[in-house]
């Protein structure tokens, strides 16, 4: 994203996200207004849903290969009913759960692990076909240090936890504009 996020054009991702889910929820039709020029921009995004403050889902798009507001709505439905560790999104669970996006910069190659700050930076290990994501907040939340969310994210790629130390491996960061439902 090339600018930044104004409170009205958050306000308006958060609501797009939120009629996505319910109308699929629902099966009917959803109901957007009209998209704001700033979110037509191309970005990656992540929608985490969580219910009673625990993870109910968290899926999203890490390439910026189409509009945010779709890369939005898009993830916000994934989220819901297509994340593997969660059963899909039941409407006894709807009212309680709480929306948070997070739209992510470029990706940028680090070739200093030390360069990585905990709590600015997200971080993807790739290496041969595999890669694991950890958004910038998750280190935060868990009380991680850098070399543990560097193990986290190898074991989120299904590497072992010191992949990140040599190559193939290669380690990518990212900031992220995160906001959520209040």
């Not at 993870?55 to 593997?84: E, H, K, M, W, Y």
């Amino acid at each position: 994203m090339t600018g930044t996020l104004s409170t009205e054009d958050r306000r308006f991702l958060l609501q797009c996200a939120r009629e996505a889910i319910g109308s699929r929820l629902y099966r009917r039709a959803p109901l957007y207004p009209p998209t704001p020029p700033a979110l037509e921009e191309e970005c990656g995004a992540f929608v985490t849903l969580t219910r009673g403050g625990e993870l109910r889902g968290c899926i999203g798009l890490v390439t910026a290969c189409q509009a945010l507001v779709d890369a939005v709505t898009s993830a916000a439905v994934a989220s819901a009913f297509n994340d593997p560790r969660f059963p899909p999104l039941t409407p006894a669970e709807w009212p309680d759960v709480r929306i948070e996006i997070s739209v992510l910069s470029v990706f940028q190659p680090v070739t200093d692990p030390a360069s990585i700050t905990v709590g600015v930076h997200g971080v993807m290990i790739r290496s041969g076909y595999r890669s694991g994501l950890l958004l910038p907040q998750v280190a935060t939340e868990q009380g991680w240090d850098r070399e543990t969310f560097l193990a986290h994210a190898c074991r989120k790629a299904g590497l072992p936890p010191d992949a990140w130390r040599s190559a193939p491996a290669r380690i990518e960061i990212f900031t992220a504009t995160v906001f959520q439902e209040s």
